[in-house]
């Protein structure tokens, strides 16, 4: 079989502002998942290989031996913990109900977790990387900019098959659109590493991706540069350069709730209120995110945290109204608009 080596770029964890976002490379990988960043330049004639004269099908269920996870516990985060750079709601700890072993994950839905690389913790790692890093907010008041890189949380375990993309152009292809359409890419509130993440993937790997989860950070509490982040994220995942076809999304919303019982004496906005709401200010995110058409599945949750009482000031009620609906006016409304 003819070959020549594809070299193979680094997955990273993410975060990002606007005007202040600065991008660049340098020379990492670890927790890491390998990406392709270049196809090789020949491709072999299929009669030359006996492996590739097998049916596609065949093949692909070889692939799938390879780069996909056989174990729930190939997918858990790995224990090399990486600090993120802002409040995360993925949960590093997660055990089996009523024992200290750690939660396994879901083969049926395969999961990779993204995040960006706390920056004060960054400049520390010693092992270079290929990945993209670019300038956060970070400190206790997100007042500072420090440079920093994503990070695949749990990476799969496949590396001993990485050297399969390499082979040729055809099996690259193949073995990619396997790898990258199988997995859901999560990257939480860390939206700010979109970008980076796909800028950094090869067309053929971008153009597969299929799945995956955002979470809005709380409305009551966005600064303008929640904003721009959030902004230049949908634009990556819409933009016709980076070519993305998106199926499915997760969207989490961070909704306030003022204790256990904190919604039952709130009337929900419906989805005809939203198509009032979303023309107004503070709802450019969701203008935004309208951007992202033609999905066959979407899943709009709450994930709740505390907040003040409705008594504090008619920001916070206005607040947890609009939380109150996460999961009944607003998750109609996007379905109706956003929905193949």
């Known amino acids: 079989m003819a070959s020549e080596s594809t070299s193979i770029a680094v997955m990273r964890p993410l975060y990002t502002s606007c005007a202040e976002h600065h991008r660049s490379t340098s020379p990492v990988s670890n927790g890491r998942l390998p990406l392709p960043s270049d196809a090789p330049k020949t491709s072999v004639v299929p009669g030359d290989s006996p492996f590739l004269r097998l049916p596609t099908e065949l093949r692909l269920q070889i692939y799938s031996l ?12 790995s224990y090399d913990k990486i600090s993120a750079s802002t409040q995360d709601y993925y949960d590093y700890e997660k055990k089996q109900h009523g024992t200290d072993r750690p939660a396994t994950a879901d083969l049926s839905n395969p999961t990779l977790i993204f ?9 520390t790692r010693g092992t270079p990387h290929t990945r993209t890093h670019y300038s956060v907010r970070c400190d206790r008041f997100r007042a500072r900019l420090m440079s920093t890189t994503y990070h695949c949380v749990n990476p799969p375990n496949i590396g001993a098959a990485v050297g399969l993309l390499g082979a040729n152009r055809q099996i690259h292809n193949e073995a990619v659109e396997l790898l990258y359409s199988s997995y859901t890419f999560d990257f939480d509130t860390h939206v700010e590493a979109i970008e980076s993440f796909l800028s950094d993937l090869t067309p053929v790997a971008r153009s597969v991706i299929k799945g995956v989860r955002i979470v809005k ?15 230049t994220a949908i634009s990556a995942l819409t933009s016709p350069v980076l070519g993305l076809h998106l199926r499915s999304l997760s969207l989490g919303v961070v909704a306030g709730k003022p204790g256990p019982n904190g919604w039952d004496h709130v009337a929900p906005y419906s989805a005809a209120d939203f198509k009032l709401l979303v023309e107004l200010e503070g709802m450019e995110w969701l203008r935004d995110l ?3 058409k033609s999905l066959s599945q979407l899943d709009v949750h709450a994930v709740v945290e505390h907040c003040p009482p409705a008594t504090n000031s008619m920001a916070m009620a206005g607040y947890i109204k609009f939380s109150a609906s996460v999961e009944t006016g607003l998750a109609e409304y996007l379905r109706g608009e956003m929905l193949a």
């Open 66 to 77: 390879l780069v996909l996870p056989r174990k729930a516990t190939d997918l858990l985060p």
């Open 115 to 123: 995040r960006t690389i706390d920056p004060v913790r960054y400049p």
């Open 217 to 231: 950070r709380a409305l009551a509490y966005e600064k303008e540069f929640d904003r721009c982040e959030w902004a």
């Open 290 to 292: 309208l951007e992202i």
